[in-house]
């Protein structure tokens, strides 16, 4: 796993080492191990190595032995010695024992299409002389990051916005339309980024550039879900069988490398059953890796401990110590700067400590249970979705009516006010409309809103005037590839472009990859990803068991949980953390009426009355309460 940087000029002019020398400095937390350059014809290539395989040989750039191809390479492939005895087999003789090497010899034999036969997480780049062509790609889901400037002349690439920056030839100015989709998606919708003129190269596609041209871009892979009612099979015992192949090849050919390998250990049943699998593969001891908070409400550490003794593997736990508003502050900025993206729940902050903990311990690989929600419709929003549905009658076409539906059947769920919502969003012209916009109706719509009513108060122009174009990145192409689908498959699509890698994934390399360390995600392998997508809904959420097939697969061979393993989100108490006690000094920097004033992008008062709300804040009266805090406290943490 490594950081990788470039620049391309389409002029002809030769690229500026010194400048990538800066951009790969920028990057030196995802590899820790080495960092090279090298410059040919009107590209500057970078890289930053964090080492795994072949720790000794396998150092970047990498050339073939006639020097036409080089090749930058972050990631891991995982079935890259299968695909070296087939290269073997063709008469490739081999310098090194990586897959870097593994990656650009199939490339120099089969240019894009090598793409088809990679198993694993990646982005890499090939430059080819005497052409000065450039090729990227970037894996099918996105679990490895690529961005990039183009300015007409000018390509500019690498694993983090922050290393485009470095380079002085792209301006570090925040896009007003990224700000407003944090309120309602908690991501920047993909393939855009915070940052103006930078974006995302797609998960799933390649790019290509030569002298005098522009940047092409091509999808190589889509996920595909039948469409409803053509399922290979109903039987569960079909899916059952199916399933468990893979999951259990793709958790066993993640334990490629050199180095020890860890996992996290949450209360949940992923982790579990990825911890679960990787001491079912993996020849040496496992050793696991824990959160653990103070209060009761947040902490999962006491199940997770248990769980690793009757798993047998070693548990490590790092402690979220009570601590001053002037260190949580602290832990935000060097959190925002690595996610480079803002904070609504705060608990990136336990997660960046979790890397730290796994770094300390001389550990630079780990597995995740990331995905596993995304795949196999793990949220609440899922469920509730269904519900919906249910109380959604036909005859039933008065608010009203609606309301009392949704409080018989979501009443024990939310407070009357949030039900009041829901009867008001679901209105059927209100619906229909939503559902032309998408193509269907997204079963994450509901929460994207939630927090709309404080937004007109909060916000200053130009965020203001930028509503209408929320829920239009959104939509924009997805009818025509949704249609036909399972209202479920329509929303797991639809989560598999937008959330999936432009918060989860995000995420997951983010956080780990700040303090130098490779998290792997199993559920990600995107043959287990594309045997999901045929799976029948109902055998991933079951009436309102979520993950319906997992649960079904593993919980007889877990060890007992006390709520046997019943989703429940993971969160930080942010209330406390920043907003009570004796923070406001410290967040007169960020949020005085000056500062605000400064950004031009919220109204100070309306900052000030909530800051006051919540510093005055005790515990909720009642649900009502608890639901306003939860969000006022969502806002807050934003706009810090």
Same mark, same amino acid.
């Not at 287990?528 to 959420?541: N, T």
């Given at each position: 796993?490594?950081?990788?940087?470039?620049?391309?000029?389409?002029?002809?002019?030769?690229?500026?080492?010194?400048?990538?020398?800066?951009?790969?400095?920028?990057?030196?937390?995802?590899?820790?191990?080495?960092?090279?350059?090298?410059?040919?014809?009107?590209?500057?290539?970078?890289?930053?190595?964090?080492?795994?395989?072949?720790?000794?040989?396998?150092?970047?750039?990498?050339?073939?032995?006639?020097?036409?191809?080089?090749?930058?390479?972050?990631?891991?492939?995982?079935?890259?010695?299968?695909?070296?005895?087939?290269?073997?087999?063709?008469?490739?003789?081999?310098?090194?024992?990586?897959?870097?090497?593994?990656?650009?010899?199939?490339?120099?034999?089969?240019?894009?299409?090598?793409?088809?036969?990679?198993?694993?997480?990646?982005?890499?780049?090939?430059?080819?002389?005497?052409?000065?062509?450039?090729?990227?790609?970037?894996?099918?889901?996105?679990?490895?990051?690529?961005?990039?400037?183009?300015?007409?002349?000018?390509?500019?690439?690498?694993?983090?916005?922050?290393?485009?920056?470095?380079?002085?030839?792209?301006?570090?100015?925040?896009?007003?339309?990224?700000?407003?989709?944090?309120?309602?998606?908690?991501?920047?919708?993909?393939?855009?980024?915070?940052?103006?003129?930078?974006?995302?190269?797609?998960?799933?596609?390649?790019?290509?550039?030569?002298?005098?041209?522009?940047?092409?871009?091509?999808?190589?892979?889509?996920?595909?879900?039948?469409?409803?009612?053509?399922?290979?099979?109903?039987?569960?015992?079909?899916?059952?069988?199916?399933?468990?192949?893979?999951?259990?090849?793709?958790?066993?050919?993640?334990?490629?490398?050199?180095?020890?390998?860890?996992?996290?250990?949450?209360?949940?049943?992923?982790?579990?059953?990825?911890?679960?699998?990787?001491?079912?593969?993996?020849?040496?001891?496992?050793?696991?890796?824990?959160?653990?908070?103070?209060?009761?409400?947040?902490?999962?550490?006491?199940?997770?401990?248990?769980?690793?003794?009757?798993?047998?593997?070693?548990?490590?736990?790092?402690?979220?110590?009570?601590?001053?508003?002037?260190?949580?502050?602290?832990?935000?900025?060097?959190?925002?700067?690595?996610?480079?993206?803002?904070?609504?729940?705060?608990?990136?902050?336990?997660?960046?400590?979790?890397?730290?903990?796994?770094?300390?311990?001389?550990?630079?690989?780990?597995?995740?249970?990331?995905?596993?929600?995304?795949?196999?419709?793990?949220?609440?929003?899922?469920?509730?979705?269904?519900?919906?549905?249910?109380?959604?009658?036909?005859?039933?076409?008065?608010?009203?009516?609606?309301?009392?539906?949704?409080?018989?059947?979501?009443?024990?769920?939310?407070?009357?006010?949030?039900?009041?919502?829901?009867?008001?969003?679901?209105?059927?012209?209100?619906?229909?409309?939503?559902?032309?916009?998408?193509?269907?109706?997204?079963?994450?719509?509901?929460?994207?809103?939630?927090?709309?009513?404080?937004?007109?108060? %909060?916000? &200053? *122009?130009? /965020?203001?005037?930028? $509503?209408?174009?929320?829920?239009?990145? #959104? +939509? =924009?192409? !997805? @009818?025509?590839?949704?249609?036909?689908?399972?209202?479920?498959?329509?929303?797991?699509?639809?989560?598999?472009?937008?959330?999936?890698?432009?918060?989860?994934?995000?995420?997951?390399?983010?956080?780990?990859?700040?303090?130098?360390?490779?998290?792997?995600?199993?559920?990600?392998?995107?043959?287990?990803?594309?045997?999901?997508?045929?799976?029948?809904?109902?055998?991933?959420?079951?009436?309102?068991?979520?993950?319906?097939?997992?649960?079904?697969?593993?919980?007889?061979?877990?060890?007992?949980?006390?709520?046997?393993?019943?989703?429940?989100?993971?969160?930080?108490?942010?209330?406390?953390?920043?907003?009570?006690?004796?923070?406001?000094?410290?967040?007169?920097?960020? %949020?005085? &009426? *000056?500062? /605000?004033?400064?950004? $031009?992008?919220?109204?100070?008062?309306? #900052? +000030? =009355?909530? !800051? @006051?709300?919540?510093?005055?804040?005790?515990?909720?009266?009642?649900?009502?309460?608890?639901?306003?805090?939860?969000?006022?406290?969502?806002?807050?943490?934003?706009?810090?």
């Amino acid at each position: 796993m490594c950081g990788i940087a470039f620049i391309y000029h389409v002029d002809g002019r030769p690229a500026e080492r010194a400048r990538v020398r800066r951009m790969v400095r920028a990057l030196e937390h995802r590899g820790p191990d080495q960092r090279r350059t090298l410059e040919r014809g009107c590209a500057a290539l970078g890289h930053a190595r964090l080492s795994i395989v072949d720790v000794e040989g396998g150092g970047q750039p990498m050339s073939t032995p006639d020097g036409r191809l080089v090749v930058l390479f972050n990631g891991e492939i995982y079935n890259y010695r299968e695909l070296r005895e087939e290269l073997s087999r063709d008469g490739v003789t081999f310098a090194t024992r990586s897959d870097t090497e593994v990656v650009l010899r199939l490339f120099e034999r089969d240019g894009a299409d090598c793409l088809e036969k990679l198993r694993g997480m990646f982005v890499f780049l090939v430059h080819e002389q005497p052409t000065d062509r450039l090729f990227l790609a970037r894996d099918r889901l996105g679990i490895k990051p690529l961005f990039y400037h183009w300015s007409g002349t000018t390509l500019v690439g690498a694993s983090e916005a922050k290393a485009l920056f470095a380079s002085g030839l792209v301006e570090p100015k925040l896009d007003v339309r990224a700000v407003r989709d944090y309120f309602h998606y908690q991501f920047a919708v993909p393939p855009w980024t915070p940052f103006e003129s930078v974006v995302e190269l797609p998960p799933g596609h390649w790019l290509a550039i030569e002298p005098g041209a522009e940047p092409r871009i091509r999808q190589y892979w889509d996920l595909r879900f039948p469409r409803d009612g053509e399922y290979e099979s109903l039987d569960p015992t079909f899916w059952l069988e199916r399933f468990d192949d893979t999951l259990d090849a793709a958790a066993a050919c993640h334990t490629i490398g050199e180095v020890p390998i860890g996992a996290y250990l949450s209360a949940g049943i992923d982790s579990t059953t990825t911890t679960f699998l990787l001491k079912r593969h993996y020849p040496d001891a496992v050793k696991t890796f824990t959160i653990g908070f103070p209060s009761a409400l947040y902490d999962e550490s006491r199940i997770a401990r248990r769980t690793a003794r009757e798993l047998e593997v070693e548990n490590l736990v790092t402690q979220q110590a009570e601590s001053g508003p002037e260190d949580r502050l602290r832990q935000l900025r060097e959190c925002v700067y690595h996610l480079e993206q803002p904070q609504r729940m705060a608990v990136d902050l336990s997660l960046l400590s979790l890397s730290s903990l796994v770094r300390e311990q001389g550990y630079k690989v780990v597995y995740t249970g990331d995905g596993a929600d995304e795949i196999l419709a793990g949220y609440s929003c899922f469920r509730e979705d269904a519900l919906r549905r249910q109380a959604d009658e036909p005859e039933i076409d008065d608010e009203s009516g609606r309301l009392a539906s949704y409080r018989r059947l979501l009443g024990d769920r939310y407070p009357d006010g949030h039900l009041r919502l829901l009867a008001a969003l679901h209105a059927r012209k209100r619906r229909q409309q939503t559902t032309r916009r998408f193509g269907c109706y997204p079963a994450w719509y509901d929460t994207w809103h939630l927090l709309d009513s404080l937004l007109e108060p %909060l916000l &200053a *122009e130009p /965020l203001a005037s930028v $509503g209408a174009e929320v829920d239009g990145r #959104v +939509a =924009a192409g !997805l @009818e025509s590839r949704v249609e036909g689908l399972h209202p479920l498959n329509q929303s797991l699509y639809l989560e598999a472009k937008t959330r999936l890698p432009g918060f989860i994934l995000w995420k997951t390399d983010r956080l780990s990859m700040a303090h130098g360390v490779e998290a792997r995600v199993p559920f990600m392998d995107h043959q287990l990803v594309e045997l999901a997508a045929r799976v029948p809904p109902s055998l991933k959420l079951n009436g309102e068991e979520e993950k319906y097939l997992l649960r079904t697969l593993m919980l007889p061979r877990l060890p007992k949980h006390p709520s046997a393993f019943k989703k429940r989100p993971f969160s930080a108490p942010i209330r406390e953390w920043f907003f009570q006690g004796d923070c406001s000094t410290a967040l007169e920097p960020y %949020l005085s &009426a *000056e500062a /605000l004033d400064r950004s $031009g992008l919220f109204r100070p008062a309306t #900052v +000030a =009355a909530h !800051l @006051e709300r919540l510093a005055a804040a005790g515990p909720p009266a009642d649900q009502e309460e608890f639901d306003l805090l939860l969000r006022l406290e969502q806002v807050m943490l934003i706009v810090l």
